[in-house]
């Protein structure tokens, strides 16, 4: 743990986490031949517009989709423990790796990228890691057992240690998805929180401090769930054509280069 929780924030925490698993539930009730995505949620503003595009470009085939959102982790439990689902797109590859070593998913392809930045409502005072620092900020993380807490983890082992320690010192949360995570400075329980950028390009009022380019990306890997349906492999695909780069650029996302690596 990053941070001693009040019990304030740990009974917030626990509401926050149970409507999560509440809204991964009943987002996976749809018919039984649909194809089931079960996505990261730093995925919900692109991914049904992505599923629009490849419906348009294939109209040969008779398929339909259900979408369902959560924290990568959360995610894979899912799937280990038996949920339904055809195929699984994670905010990093341990998650997806985690599922090929148990045997249950395959065919591992990087489909996006995405950066870790820090951010601030539009309106604030700070202007740089610094400056948080300096000020009495309050931080919101992820918890180091998701995909972008893994991520500001690294990213505060490779900023100056003191301004490290200082950001640190001003966490008042670490959360279960980058959703819950930004939902903190949505709703001002956090002066800053460390998201993704696509979470402040669709998100109105927020502006990202970057960090330093020695920060890598986190990749976007996606497995094929054994038994996935026809009209699965297929989409797999359509997602590193360049229409659909094109979209996961214009929401934030970095572009995917041949299935392999992110630029």
Not at 39 to 48: G, I, K, Q, T
Not at 168 to 195: C, H, N, Q, Y
Request: charged residues 20%.
């Amino acid at each position: 743990m990053l941070l001693a929780r009040s019990g304030r924030l740990r009974r917030a925490a626990a509401l926050l986490v149970l409507a999560a698993v509440l809204l991964a539930t009943t987002s996976g009730c749809g018919d039984d031949d649909d194809i089931e995505i079960a996505a990261a949620s730093s995925m919900r503003h692109v991914l049904p517009r992505i599923v629009e595009e490849f419906l348009r470009a294939h109209p040969d085939l008779d398929v339909s989709f259900d979408l369902r959102f959560n924290g990568s982790q959360v995610l894979a439990t899912q799937i280990a423990e038996g949920a339904s689902a055809d195929l699984f797109i994670s905010a990093n590859a341990v998650q997806a790796e985690r599922l090929i070593d148990e045997g249950t998913a395959s065919l591992p392809t990087v489909v996006t990228a995405n950066r870790l930045v820090l951010a601030v409502r539009e309106e604030s005072r700070w202007y740089s890691l610094s400056d948080l620092a300096d000020g009495d900020a309050r931080i919101a993380v992820g918890s180091p057992s998701v995909p972008v807490g893994r991520l500001t983890v690294i990213a505060l082992s490779l900023i100056d240690r003191q301004v490290a320690r200082e950001l640190l010192a001003g966490v008042v949360t670490e959360d279960p998805s980058v959703r819950v995570v930004l939902s903190r400075l949505e709703l001002d329980e956090a002066d800053a929180a460390f998201v993704y950028h696509s979470d402040v390009a669709v998100t109105h009022g927020l502006r990202a401090l970057p960090l330093p380019p020695t920060v890598p990306p986190n990749e976007y890997v996606a497995v094929l769930i054994d038994g996935a349906k026809p009209g699965t492999e297929e989409f797999l695909a359509f997602l590193l054509t360049p229409e659909v780069q094109d979209l996961f650029r214009a929401a934030g996302f970095l572009r995917a280069v041949a299935g392999v690596r992110a630029q």
